[in-house]
């Protein structure tokens, strides 16, 4: 998912709008203290004001979140790869995967009545969340150095990084059939908003991080 937003667009929207429909934006609103929720009608501009804030160091955290195109990844070395995946794909889940789980707790606990609620989200998150941490940690510390520097045969920890790549898809699965394919209530709060689009930013970036690995990355050392 790529946003596109110019500078002055982004002063004159409501920052309630921009938590709702820029992933990611919420957490950085929570860092900024902007009240994105009760407070979030609003524009950036003005929420920046009240509280003194620069509104163009507010802007550049934004656009940093909109999520570059995925590089001619077949032109980079194995080396440049295992860092691209690192930066635009490890980091990013570690940053975005608790401000879900912030999220999705509140959601269901303001919402426990509503029969949409999404019950289990943030269960579900915080396991995944250390699933993926593991799996993250044995690439970064095994698997990937032993591409950029070691001279043997890595069938064998390729392999289990395939497995695992399978279970987090089920957990994207799991987290699609939780939300309905992350269907909106009418008139959920902006909470519920970011919440969902974060997830579904989450879904897209796990998707493309996997299909790297899987389909670039993991073939040039893959003997079977
Ligand atoms: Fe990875
Ligand atoms: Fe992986």
């Not at 820029?22 to 950036?44: E, H, M, Q, W, Y």
């Not at 929420?47 to 999520?67: P, Y």
């Not at 995925?70 to 860092?83: I, K, R, W």
């Not at 993250?136 to 064998?156: G, V």
Request: charged share 25%; aromatic share 8%; with cysteine.
């Amino acid at each position: 998912m790529t946003v596109q937003f110019t500078k002055a667009s982004l002063q004159d929207q409501t920052v309630g709008h921009i938590a709702a429909t820029l992933p990611g934006a919420s957490a950085i609103f929570r860092n900024f203290k902007i009240d994105f929720c009760c407070g979030g009608d609003v524009t950036l501009d003005m929420a920046a004001k009240d509280l003194g804030l620069d509104v163009f160091v507010i802007e550049q955290a934004l656009s940093a979140l909109e999520s570059d195109e995925l590089p001619a990844s077949t032109n980079l070395s194995s080396g440049e790869l295992t860092e691209y995946i690192q930066s635009r794909f490890h980091d990013t889940h570690r940053r975005e995967i608790p401000e879900l789980i912030l999220l999705a707790r509140k959601v269901e606990a303001v919402h426990r009545d509503n029969p949409k609620v999404p019950a289990g989200v943030a269960t579900l998150l915080k396991e995944m969340e250390g699933e993926l941490e593991v799996h993250m940690k044995k690439e970064e510390l095994i698997l990937f150095p032993a591409m950029r520097w070691a001279d043997t045969t890595l069938d064998a920890p390729i392999s289990q990084m395939r497995y695992d790549h399978t279970d987090h898809g089920v957990y994207l699965q799991r987290l699609a059939e939780l939300t309905d394919n992350f269907t909106l209530p009418e008139g959920a709060c902006r909470s519920w908003q970011a919440l969902y689009a974060g997830l579904a930013k989450l879904t897209e970036d796990l998707q493309d991080h996997i299909h790297l690995e899987n389909n670039v990355l993991f073939p040039r050392f893959e003997t079977v």
